[in-house]
């Protein structure tokens, strides 16, 4: 499972193996969460990340698929914004650029080699940039 604080703290992701991708609410001052939406991902979530504005939620698969959710804080709710096929299976690890231009996922090992690739994101797709194979594990 994955864990992932909005980065100004008010909002919590969770996934891991329930299929959903939920956003939660956190009140610091009688320290509850409040589930505020829920997404289908396709397959069990591997990892996921807040864009560095807290806007996007990048979110992970064990079927070789990254999304793009877009959160309105208004309606606090989810909407998708993009979803890319990665060429390869269990897509675990993502992470943002600073400027939440950039997203970069890493493979796991089990299918074919391991890499972290870099897309570029618009707003509303995801074009591939970078790639570095990490080499076999063994």
Partial sequence: GFTGWSPDGKYLIT???????????FNN???TLT???????TGTELGG???SYGDFIA???????????SFDRKTEKLSLAT????ETANVHGVSWSKDSRYVSVAN???VGNPSVRIYWFTGNSLT?????NLGSSG
Wanted: hydrophobic letters at 35%; a negative charge; proline letters at 0%.
């Fill in 15 to 25: 996934g891991g193996g329930s299929g959903e991708l939920d956003v939660y609410y």
């Fill in 29 to 31: 001052l009688n320290e």
């Fill in 35 to 41: 589930l505020k939406d829920t997404a289908s991902v």
């Fill in 49 to 51: 990340a807040w864009s």
């Fill in 59 to 69: 979110c992970t698969s064990d079927n070789s698929e990254v999304k793009i959710y």
């Fill in 83 to 86: 979803s890319k096929t990665i």
């Fill in 108 to 110: 796991d090992v089990t």
């Fill in 128 to 132: 591939q940039v970078a790639i570095v």
